[in-house]
């Protein structure tokens, strides 16, 4: 690599650490969240301390302004160098969290995990300085490093069941950390267990202690592993996409409880995520990463009112705005992908995906400099870079205006009282309990609700891979048979489905060409020179190359595998595609070119969609009608615009106040429900949601199923409260309002009756 005198760039390593860790902090020892030892640094030593090396490498000379301070960090990995770059505008106080955000490949994880140097065995530091009280922690032997591991870095990994292990309880798990690093006895270890699993508010701390991962839902999880990363009370906390996989009511709880811990245990926290709307919640201030280096930093709300890096305008143009308006707009989208680390381009390295760039953009590399108080941009063009709002208006584009009302559209596929119950050794599992759906000709159906609410034993059930036990699922007015093996081949045509992981729907033998000519095949009585052809035109369709036809799944990312599973899908010709949360966990530029794909097809083909998700910013942004959906029956369905206006049932309402907003100006009421959902093998009696409601009325809600109240058009609410009486309460509480209360965490102000906050 050096041969190849590859443009490797150098980090800083404790002036990045310096950025979340306070002044004077001590010298401690560290915890990664499961128990296994991590080293730290101090934020003693300021950018002062490191002198910049080269380590074989290049250093640019515009890096050498009195402003930046770099030392060398090359991490050496299976696939080449992983670099990631960093600077030290001033050291953080103690409490501050500080978000990193990013495409994946930009370096993020890496950065925090060779801080602490938790590295891989085939990755190493190779050049610079991190000191630890004046002691160098590089040119230590790992037996060295352990005496010096033990308190002050807690970490909280994406996939908690990654952080525990699945053969012991939880206690136990818990209570090895405070053995180890506490010194505690085994008495203590407990007594220390059951108050973190009480002060990350987990229900019946004593039985979670006692049971084992697999028997506890995500979120619960995810308050273990918490619990584990701050058992020694960390000076500072890293957070790798610790809420990715949860749905919305769920992650809003997580994230309420880092910010309370946030402020009772006064610790720094490194937030790593690709959603910017988590941002919002979190963070104080905000670095953006890209293949390795540092785009801008600057103030939570300075970078989202004003950014100065045409990455972070970009970024920002991807998600989807909770803005439900008949008119359906495109995503801004970023063409290209991270380039590999050992093929950067000289001068900036994001220049061959900028809409800004010029002749010199390509020539040198910008240096991350202030150019702003507390605002660092990497751009030479910062100047030029637009305001979002202007940017928005002329990047996007209207893609279609939303259809005919569905009460006056044809009906495609109907659902009408549909159940799916499966026996269980104590009871009946009621999955899905009496819903009633309606998919129009070239419309788009959202659902939305909770994990475990019966979404996708829906979607299921109507293409036919779990039998329906009762109602009747109809097709253009044809009952469908309730399993795929008794349904016609023209049938089977018209309903595909693309799930919600990639890659456990495609063979991992099987090329991508091959994906998507087995329904050509087998639905189109296509031959193999007429399926190639079709096949090679849908790669196209969903913009992957003609190349990637004969390559395996495993050599793609995960967006590119999710648009093959999306062409695999569109090859049939089909009339309706069940959409399994489709673009959850991706990348939000990925995300938004997903959308766009969809929202094309659908106007090139007509295709309808039912549409799953629990991201309620991205169902409004497709959907033309949306069904809410709690403990396998509906709340509330209608047009999308009406469903996402007052009134709201009330546990529309509670989803929509969990929703973060990529905009840290508007904050919303918080609205929590108590509990998690109910069992679906004992359905609460009256309204099922009444046990979480934050409006319940009283005996009436625990003894009677309410009635389907009328709202204006196609708008229906499963409700005991009349609509006018919960437009009133709505209201009164904003659940999108400026007067919602301090982001930071001041004082909320006292729920009304009926409300929970």
């Known amino acids: 690599m050096v041969n190849k005198r590859l443009h490797v760039s150098i980090l800083l390593l404790a002036a990045m650490l310096a950025l979340f860790l306070p002044r004077g902090a001590r010298a401690a020892d560290a915890v990664v969240g499961d128990g296994t030892p991590a080293s730290c640094t101090d934020a003693a030593f300021n950018a002062a301390l490191l002198t910049a090396s080269n380590g074989g490498g290049v250093i640019y000379s515009q890096f050498q302004e009195e402003c930046l301070k770099r030392g060398g960090y090359v991490v050496i990995g299976g696939g080449g160098a992983q670099e990631v770059v960093g600077v030290d505008p001033g050291s953080g106080d103690r409490g501050e969290a500080f978000g990193l955000v990013g495409e994946s490949g930009s370096g993020k994880s890496t950065l925090a995990m060779g801080a602490i140097r938790y590295l891989a065995s085939n990755g190493r530091v190779t050049d610079g300085s991190v000191r630890l009280n004046g002691v160098e922690l590089l040119g230590l032997s790992r037996k060295e490093l352990r005496k010096l591991w033990g308190a002050s870095i807690g970490v909280v990994y994406q996939s908690p069941l990654s952080a525990l292990n699945p053969s012991i309880p939880i206690g136990r798990q818990l209570a090895e950390v405070a053995r180890l690093h506490l010194d505690m006895d085994a008495a203590a270890a407990r007594s220390r267990v059951a108050e973190m699993l009480t002060k990350v508010a987990m ?34 906390l890293i957070m790798d996409e610790p809420t990715t996989a949860l749905d919305v009511t769920t992650q809003a709880v997580v994230l309420d409880l880092v910010a309370d811990l946030k402020r009772e245990f006064d ?5 790593i995520t690709h959603d910017l709307g988590v941002i919002t919640k979190i963070c104080d201030r905000v670095g953006v990463m890209y293949a390795g280096e540092f785009m801008e930093q600057a103030a939570l709300n300075d970078l989202f009112a004003r950014p100065l890096h045409p990455y972070t305008l970009d970024l920002l143009g991807c998600v989807p705005r909770f803005d439900p308006t008949p008119e359906k707009r495109s995503l801004v989208t970023i063409p290209g992908a991270i380039p590999r680390v050992d093929e950067l381009p000289p001068g900036c390295i994001f220049a061959p995906r900028c809409e800004f760039v010029e002749e010199a953009c390509t020539r040198a590399r910008p240096p991350l400099r202030e150019v702003e108080a507390g605002h660092l941009t990497a751009c030479r063009r910062w100047e030029i870079v637009p ?4 940017y928005l208006r002329e990047a996007t584009e209207a ?26 050794p104590k009871g009946v599992i009621r999955a899905v309990d009496g819903v009633d759906l309606r998919v129009c000709v070239g419309q788009t159906l959202g659902v939305v609700g909770e994990s475990g609410s019966g979404k996708t034993t829906v979607a299921r059930a109507i293409i036919g891979l779990t039998p329906a036990t009762g109602g009747d699922i109809t097709l253009r007015g044809d009952s469908l048979p309730r399993t795929t093996g008794k349904r016609s081949r023209s049938t089977l045509r018209e309903i595909q489905m693309v799930f919600q992981n990639p890659d456990a729907s495609l063979n991992p033998t099987r090329s991508v060409g091959d994906a998507i000519m087995r329904p050509l095949r087998l639905l189109g009585d296509m031959s193999r020179e007429e399926a190639k052809r079709r096949a090679e035109e849908l790669l196209r369709a969903v913009s992957l190359p003609v190349s990637y036809f004969d390559r395996l799944p495993h050599e793609l990312s995960g967006g590119e595998k999710q648009r093959v599973a999306i062409a695999r899908a569109f090859a049939a010709d089909p009339d309706l595609i069940l959409c399994d949360e489709p673009i959850s966990s991706l990348d939000v530029s990925v995300q938004g070119s997903l959308m766009n794909l969809l929202m094309q097809l659908q106007v090139e083909k007509q295709t309808s969609y039912l549409f799953i998700s629990h991201d309620l910013s991205a169902v409004q942004h497709l959907s033309d009608t949306i069904a809410v959906v709690y403990l396998g029956h509906a709340m509330e369905v ?36 108590g509990g998690a959902v109910p069992s679906a093998m004992d359905v609460p009696s009256g309204c099922r949601f009444h046990p979480r409601c934050p409006r319940f009325l009283g005996e009436i809600c625990v003894r009677e199923e309410p009635p389907w109240r009328e709202g204006e058009g196609n708008h229906r609410i499963y409700c005991h409260i009349p ?29 009304d009756d009926g409300e929970v906050a």
Do not use: W
């Open 203 to 236: 229900p019946d701390p004593e039985a979670v202690m006692r049971r084992y991962p697999h028997q506890l839902s995500g979120g619960m999880l995810q308050r273990c592993v918490i619990a584990m990363a701050l058992m020694t009370n960390p000076s500072l």
């Open 267 to 271: 610790s720094a926290i490194l937030y």
């Open 387 to 390: 305001p979002p709002e202007e």
């Open 399 to 424: 893609v279609r205006t939303a259809g005919v009302a569905a009460a006056e559209a044809d009906a495609l596929v109907e659902v009408e009282g549909a159940e799916v119950h499966f026996k269980a």
């Open 638 to 673: 209608g047009d999308a615009v009406r469903v996402l206006t007052p009134p709201f049932h009330p546990y529309t309402e509670a989803l929509l106040s969990a929703v973060p907003l990529p905009d840290p100006d508007v904050q919303q009421k918080p609205i929590r429900l």
């Open 723 to 751: 609509l006018d009486e919960l437009a009133r309460l709505q209201a009164q509480t904003l659940v999108f309002g400026d007067d919602a209360g301090d982001r930071d965490g001041a004082e909320r102000e006292e729920p």
